[in-house]
Every structure is written in structure tokens, then in C-alpha cells.
């Protein structure tokens, strides 16, 4: 790959060919229980933007610009009100739209916008939007929206590196036994297996499907990447043995970090997800900062960081079974032209296309699972 390439793929700041496309897609910015009224509001970093979000006495959620545009005093130490935030500096206050509301000292109201963008709640989670109006459909998944069953949400401690290198990973299946194998899967006898890789562009993103064999016959696995930056997985995880169905946002904060959130989700017609919604924060690291390389996720945080801070793919090598990652590539350089030439990107719908649960075709014959067990989530 070309280094002009490379820096098309990877930049997220305002402006640049990836921002762009990755601003035309709601993004995660927090949990719903990281706002409580002692502590209302939340600095964030997105797509290489310093903001705030918060939650206004009236229960309202908005984001805006992290500074004041009137001094520039940080508005993560400011005050939330029935209709907005107010700066602690000099009381300049805002509401979600951005639109100025009072300035205190003047004479006069000084009458403008500062930065705002639309927040919106769903399973848990607070999203924004940060890309041209009109903002198009919040959509639905599967795991966020269903209701019969348990819902966790994570925030996993910063990955230190650039938020593609994690997305590759999620079109590369032949890691998974070398990188997760004593930990997540028995490894298989190596002279008696076979295994077969699947991509296929559908209508939100990546379909995958891997077909394995051995000596135990066939099985099955597919779950999609849902473009540009999520990873819809199921697994039985060996503590609790549930089916656990789950989401992998990985949200740029920059060009060189990114913050992984994720939601899970164990259905249980007995109980209600709205009712049974926690959060819980994951570390990747031990206190001395070494990865804990006992747990899956951490074994692909140590692949991903280790590659640097972001990629050089100029200097890399790659095989067959890198069809996965160059489906990938190219797909981000058909949407980014897209937007480009002023059109939707892949999987984006108008704000009037309804709130239809989005149900993902995910098959795991390993575990058991076929879509029509998800029904019983819905």
C-alpha cells in the first residue's frame, strides 16, 4: 500500500476522507449511566473533536464543543439547566442546538451557534451525530433495541492505536486459532481441518462465514461487520454458559487512539432489558500494564497495538487469507468516493425510514445457535 493510501484509510479529523464517511454514521460518545445528576456532564474526544455531553435538568440529552467560544474555559466544569449548559467562567449559556441563550455581562445578547451536535438514547447508550443535517435514522440493531432479556454495556479501557487496525482484524478469521485458541476454542488437529472463508457486501456492511472441518464434520459460523466500525459476535462465555449476543463499536477518539465500547446482551424471556441494563468498565491491562493475555478481547488489543500506532501497511505482506482485509479496504474507498460525489453511504437511511428492529443473520453451529433462536429476544 502506498503511503497516501494508508493516511485515506486512517485519518478521522474534520476534513479528512475517513472523518468525513465515519461522520455520516451515529457514533457512541458514552453509557446512559455515566450521567447521573452529581455529575451531569462528560468530556469526550470523537473523531478528533474535544466535546461535552450532558444531560440537562429536563432530562435532555445535547453535545457541544468542549470550549466556550467565548473564552475558551472548559464547559466539562460548567453548569446543566432545564434548557442547556452554562459555562462556569462567565455564564454564557447554551442550548443542545448550540444556539446561544444568554450572555450575562453584555448589554445585549450576543446572538450565535456554537458547535453542537444531536444526541440521541438507545440500549443503554448515548449517540451522536456529527455530520451534515439532516441527520438520517439511528439504527436499531438487534442487540440494542430487543427487550427480552439482560443488557450490559462496557466502556473498554483506550486502545492505543488507530481504530482501522482494529476493524481489519474483524475480517480476518484465520487469527482465531492462533491468536485465541488456548483460550477461547479447543485447537484442532491441524492435518485433519480444514477451514473456509466467506465475504460477502450485503446491504450494512461485511457478512462472514467461515465453514470448518475436521474430524468432528463441518460447522458453521457468520456474523457480520456492520460498516464502518462495528462487529456483531455471539459466544457462550465458559463463567455463566448463556448465549450472549454482542456489539463492538470501535469509536476513533483521534488518529492514534480509540475508545471501544460494548454491549451485550442475554436473552431471558423473564426479564426486561430496559429494567436490566448495568455498566461495567474493562481493562485490557494489568496494574503493571502488561495485556491480560488470558482474556480474548486483550489478545486482539496486543495484536492491534502492537502493529503501532497506526499501521504502516506500506511495509506489509499480504496472503490469500487476507481477502477479508482487502474486501475491507476497498469498501472504505468505494464510500469514501461516495460521500466524496455527495451520496448516502452504505447502510445509511433518511430520519424517516422508520424504527424497525434491524435483526442480524448470525449462525454459530459451535454453540449452537441459528437466527430463528434470536426470536425469542425480540
Known sequence: MKKEENELLTRVGPGM????????????????????????????????EELVVYRDKSGRYGMVAEHCPHRGASLAYGRVEAEGIRCAYHGW??????????????????????????????????????????????????????????????????????WFQAMENSVDPSHLFWLHGDTAHLKPAMDHYEEEHEFEIFDYGIMKRR?????????VDQHPLLFPNILRHVFKPRNTGKMTHNLQYRVPIDDESTQVFMVLFMPDASKRASENTTFDYVSMRKDDGSYKLDMVLAQDVMAWETQGRIADRTKEYLGEADRGVVT??????????????????????????????IELDVINERIGLHQSQTEAAA
Open 328 to 357: 475491507l479496504r476497498r469498501l472504505m474507498r468505494q464510500q469514501i468516493d461516495a460521500v466524496r460525489q455527495g451520496k448516502a453511504p452504505l447502510g445509511v437511511k433518511p430520519a424517516d425510514a422508520g424504527d424497525k428492529v
Open 211 to 219: 465453514t470448518s472441518g475436521g474430524k468432528a464434520g463441518a460447522q
Open 93 to 162: 449559556k447554551f442550548a443542545a442546538s448550540g444556539r446561544c441563550l444568554e450572555t450575562p455581562a453584555e448589554r445585549k445578547l450576543i446572538d450565535f451557534t456554537h458547535i453542537a451536535y444531536p444526541v440521541q438514547e438507545l440500549g443503554g447508550m448515548l449517540f451522536a451525530y456529527m455530520g451534515p443535517a439532516p441527520a438520517p435514522a439511528l439504527p436499531r440493531w438487534d442487540v440494542m433495541a430487543w427487550e427480552k432479556g439482560e443488557r450490559q454495556v462496557q466502556r473498554h479501557s483506550v486502545l492505543r492505536c488507530n
Open 17 to 48: 476522507p475517513a472523518g468525513e464517511l465515519l461522520r455520516r454514521y451515529w457514533q457512541p460518545v458514552a453509557a446512559v449511566a455515566e450521567l447521573t445528576e452529581e455529575k451531569p456532564i462528560k468530556a469526550v474526544k470523537v473523531l478528533g
